[in-house]
């Protein structure tokens, strides 16, 4: 497709460009971001309180920096009785005594012995080493070492990258950021020329740009990664001439604490939605699509309007959920990692699998009532005898209230649709009521029979009755109004027609009524299945799934697997299982009808 | 004989009404009977007249638990998802009805598809959304979000369906003396679709009347409860006060079953057939 309008292209190439500078400024930042993660690893005791930055004119003052800690450190430890400074090192005297030191070395231990006779008191030397390192002119650290990991002591590492360190932007990102939209722009202005060979050369392209960004991301954690590493040399050269000195000294040794690298490799989950959007957005470009896309927006605004606060609302709060209930469905989400950083979880697709489905289809077991294909049989089974109790009634009930001579119609149509008024949980509850052993009025009405009262709830099948009897008194009147609604729409001429055409009642209930009556019930069976396949009320409130389970629904068994076992990832999964049982159904049935409808017309 | 005929079907006929109408009617006058039967246990006997009558039941339930407060939170709750579920139900339905666009069919066909996702799916997710993205844990207005939202789809086919059946030469000679667009879907199409508008009106604010699951997951405070879950709260495993249970219980669906029954003249034409006799 031609691209004809001017000024599509340029709202195109702005929005293009709009999307690479959204990639780079969050390349850029997430860089800093990395480091500053890896640097500022939380602990239980955090002594975050103890760093100072400083202005960039009182950049080597130590001594306003060391200050400046110390102010701190006092306001938040009220233990610490002493602080001495001694050229760039600090000790802290706390109340027990423990003097702290920094940066020790066998004259800091003199000057600290010193600092112990001041004190009159016992002096422990190593709790932890304050030290301030500066490295070439851009970045400037401080980092806060714990030496010695106590019970009921844990320190922290901070290094602290100084405001405005910038981290080199590598080649690749170059080739993204200027070669790309060049590019791009080259072939939107020259596709006159190219035809249909600009769309091949645009793929093309596509390609390398996600090749890049992965590459560039990888890149990106190779270089954090060096980083680090030399850093953690760095810590582990001072530890080591502290620790000889302590050696030196006769204290104990004290092991130095393993650093590891506090972030996951995980890949940035916003820089390839950006990435897949600008995909997408160019690939409008190359094929008209977003000429198009506009002018239709533009054309039914109107329609869009209209439609656009509902459909946001939906897609936020149905579609959305819907589709990070899918993605819960894939991961072992449970208890144990509930309320995390459920960014993080779900942005690492090590966490992403199809263990839950492997062990929710894996064993076939009919005798097992928790098993899935007996749950799934019993569902089946359930939603099939509900919905034959429903339809036939409803139907019957319809025909005959259709009879306008009828007297009393009104009142008895009122009293048939009292179920459907009643909110089904209490009505759910009701009829638990009803079928109990002792109280129920059933078994009351099976003695009144002459026969034994029956525990409904201890045997499968009377338990299954009696969900079904509640289901299916709740169910009917729906069907009955759709029903109705049909009937009273058929138009009286043709009865009239048929009888002059010398056919029965019968032949005209076969031949004017079903025919007529269908177009309205397939829908109403179709969203009565589906409601029943899923009617959770009932099960949960009169059987409860019991007999052990043997009466719970797919639903039911979901709610529980995800509610009283907090197992979400396997909940969910079992959910999806069961919307594919349904879109199969959905998709099932829509080619039937549309495959028996032509019959009528 | 053609009388004789017409007589057996005639009491074949309200044979089948009664009987079945005894049974659609028979559990709900049991729960009046232990409603007002007072605080003694349940009897097996099949009649429907309690031995003594009192009203023990309702007055425990109105002195001893915060009944009033949680139906004063049921109705926020229901009318607030009522009115802004049917505005945007109406402007969506009526776009879906009236202009043609593309993503017409596939928004209408994505509306049905959302019938068919399992609500135990979206419980987790949407607590997310309302408790850590717009902090309305323990808040009714996170519920009402939920309820509006969820009863959307099934309220824009509804809708849909009655307006297709409004002609459009009616808009078209309101188009021709002048009318906009707007005044058109105020003035004419909503007065004309009363009965279906009554109709997903009263069904939203029976899905929000009714629900519980989502209602217990999201409110954590008893002076926030709604009535479902005030009342399961009474009856707890519900085990010994079906007494309360049946007084409360009878409170809960009353004004549900009155609305019904005022509105149920126009459930059928309201759900099916159009509003304009051709």
């Given amino acids: ?25 969050r390349l850029v930042n997430n860089s800093e971001n990395r480091l500053k993660q890896i640097f500022t690893g939380d602990f239980a005791y955090t002594i975050a309180g103890l760093t100072a930055t400083l202005e960039e004119t009182e950049r080597d003052s130590t001594e306003i920096l060391v200050q400046r800690i110390i102010q701190q450190f006092k306001s938040m430890n009220r233990d610490i009785q002493e602080i001495a400074y001694i050229e760039d090192r600090i000790f802290l005297a706390h109340t027990d005594t423990t003097l702290i030191g920094s940066r020790i070395n066998k004259e800091i231990f003199d ?17 932890y080493v304050i030290w301030r390192q500066a490295e070439g002119p851009e970045t400037q650290f401080d980092l806060y070492y714990p030496v010695r990991e106590d019970e009921g002591f844990k320190g922290t590492i901070q290094i602290k990258i100084k405001e405005g360190t910038v981290i080199p932007i590598k080649l690749n990102h170059a080739l993204i950021f200027f070669i790309f939209p060049i590019l791009t722009l080259l072939l939107i202005f020259t596709d006159r020329f190219l035809g249909k060979f600009n769309t091949i050369l645009a793929i093309l392209l596509f390609v390398l740009l996600i090749l890049m960004i992965n590459n560039n991301l990888k890149g990106q954690m190779i270089e954090t990664a060096a980083h680090w590493d030399s850093y953690k040399a760095g810590v582990y050269e001072e530890v080591d001439d502290y620790l000889r000195d302590n050696t030196e000294a006769g204290l104990p040794r004290t092991e130095a604490p393993d650093l590891e690298l506090p972030f996951k490799d995980s890949i940035d989950v916003w820089n390839y939605t950006l990435s897949i959007l600008a995909i997408f957005i160019l690939l409008f470009i190359f094929t008209g699509m977003m000429e198009n896309f506009f002018e239709t927006i533009l054309k039914h605004r109107l329609a869009y309007l209209y439609i656009l606060p509902a459909m946001f609302g939906v897609f936020l709060l149905v579609f959305f959920p819907f589709i990070y209930g899918i993605l819960i469905g894939f991961t072992d989400y449970n208890l144990t ?32 009532y928790s098993n899935f294909y007996f749950t799934l049989t019993h569902t089946v089974v359930w939603t099939i005898s509900n919905l034959i109790f429903h339809v036939s009634i409803g139907v019957v009930l319809a025909l005959v209230l259709n009879d306008a001579t009828l007297k009393g119609r009104t009142v008895f149509r009122i009293l048939l649709i009292l179920p459907w008024a009643i909110p089904n949980y209490i009505t759910a509850l009701i009829w638990r009521g009803m079928f109990h052993k002792q109280f129920g009025a059933v078994n009351g ?22 969900n079904l009897a ?14 109705l609604g049909a009937l009273q729409s058929i138009p009286k001429e043709l009865y009239e027609a048929s009888a002059i055409d010398g056919s029965s009642k019968w032949q005209a209930f076969w031949n004017v009524t079903v025919p007529l009556l269908r177009p309205a019930m397939v829908p109403a069976i179709i969203l009565g299945t589906i409601w029943t396949f899923n009617q959770f009320n009932v099960i949960y409130l009169v059987s409860a799934g019991g007999p052990d389970g043997a009466t719970e629904l797919l639903i039911t068994d979901a709610y529980k697997y995800a509610f009283e076992q907090y197992r979400y990832g396997y909940a969910a999964a079992y959910c999806i299982i069961i919307f594919a049982v349904l879109l199969g159904y959905g998709m099932f049935t829509s080619r039937i009808t549309k495959a028996t409808s032509g019959a009528y017309e | 004989m053609r009388n004789k005929k017409t007589l057996t079907k005639k009491i074949l006929t309200y044979l089948i009404l009664i009987i079945v109408t005894g049974i659609t009617v028979y559990p709900v006058l049991w729960v009046l009977k232990v409603a007002f039967g007072g605080t003694s246990l349940l009897s097996t006997s099949l009649s429907l007249i309690p031995e003594k009558i009192s009203l023990d039941n309702f007055r425990i339930v109105f002195t ?7 139906l004063r939170n049921s109705l926020i709750v229901s009318f607030v998802t009522t009115i802004s579920s049917l505005f945007l139900a109406t402007t969506a339905a009526y776009a879906f009805s009236r202009f043609r666009f593309p993503g017409q069919k596939s928004g209408m066909m994505a509306l049905l598809v959302t019938q068919m996702f399992p609500g135990v799916l979206m419980i987790i997710p949407q607590f997310i959304l309302i408790s850590e993205v717009l902090h309305l844990y323990g808040s009714l207005w996170g519920l009402v979000i939920i309820y509006s939202t969820t009863a959307l789809p099934f309220s824009i086919w509804v809708l849909k369906g009655y307006f297709d059946t409004i002609p459009i030469s009616l808009e078209e000679s309101a188009t021709i003396d002048g009318a906009s667009k707007g005044r058109i879907f105020w003035q004419i199409i909503l007065p004309l679709s009363k009965p279906s508008i009554a109709i997903t009106g009263l069904f939203s604010f029976m899905s929000a009347w009714n629900e519980f699951i989502l209602a217990a997951t999201f409110l954590d405070n008893e002076m926030k409860y709604t009535l479902p879950i005030g009342l399961r709260e009474m009856v707890g495993e519900f085990g010994a ?4 249970f049946a007084a409360s219980s009878l409170l809960v669906a009353i004004p549900v079953v009155v609305m019904f029954m005022l509105f149920q003249k126009f459930l059928i034409s309201g759900l099916t057939a159009g509003g304009v006799k051709g």
């Fill in chain 1, 1 to 25: 497709m031609m691209v004809k309008h001017r000024s599509w292209r340029i709202v195109a190439i702005i929005l293009t460009a709009v999307i690479f500078i959204l990639i780079y400024a």
């Fill in chain 1, 111 to 127: 000057a600290q012995r010193e600092l112990e006779k001041n004190f009159d008191s016992a002096v422990t030397a190593e709790p």
């Fill in chain 1, 337 to 368: 990692n509930f309320g995390g950083n459920l960014i993080e979880y779900f942005s690492n697709l090590e966490n992403y699998g199809f263990d839950n489905f492997y062990n929710i289809l894996r064993i076939i077991n009919f005798r097992d």
């Fill in chain 1, 445 to 466: 009405f099976l003695e009144l029979l002459g026969f034994e009262s029956i525990s409904w709830f201890t045997q499968p099948f009377t338990s299954f009755l009696a």
């Fill in chain 1, 470 to 483: 509640t289901n299916v008194w709740l169910g009917f009147p729906f069907m009955m109004i759709i029903a």
């Fill in chain 2, 64 to 70: 001893q638990k915060p009944f009033f407060i949680w």
């Fill in chain 2, 241 to 244: 006060e079906w007494g309360n």
